[in-house]
Nanobody
Framework: VQLVESGGGLVQAGGSLRLSCAASGFTLDHYYITWIRQFPGKERELVSCIPSSGASSYYADSVKGRFTISRDNAKNTAYLQMNSLQPEDTAVYYC?????????????????????WGQGTQVTVSS
């Protein structure tokens, strides 16, 4: 039972990446999905989240208008499309799944606030 992120890498400023978060051993249908990033200084930021319904997604102000979260329950996978990347987006990106109700941004950025937490994928944006 795990979440596996993929799609990270090195990209120049202004470029794009698409992160994937694939679930195995359980179905994502009823889980809220959250993307969290951890900066080199270890601070974590909630980037975006999407409830199980797919409606009312949340974006941090720092990524609003550039990132898009989505989910494909048929593929048991969630995505984070990242456009217009900037050096300050450099971080390890984690996806997490939580079986909760309410607004997704209330869940938090700590692993123990989610039911499942991926291993992370590095995103590096060069200037």
């Amino acid at each position: 039972v795990q979440l596996v992120e993929s799609g990270g890498g090195l990209v120049q400023a202004g470029g794009s990446l698409r992160l994937s978060c694939a679930a195995s051993g359980f179905t994502l249908d009823h889980y809220y999905i959250t993307w969290i990033r951890q900066f080199p200084g270890k601070e974590r930021e909630l980037v975006s989240c999407i409830p199980s319904s797919g409606a009312s997604s949340y974006y941090a102000d720092s990524v609003k208008g550039r990132f898009t979260i989505s989910r494909d329950n048929a593929k048991n996978t969630a995505y984070l499309q990242m456009n217009s990347l900037q050096p300050e987006d450099t971080a390890v990106y984690y996806c997490a799944a939580a079986f909760v109700a309410g607004v997704c941004q209330a869940i938090g950025v700590e692993p123990d606030e989610h039911d499942y937490w991926g291993q992370g994928t590095q995103v590096t944006v060069s200037s």
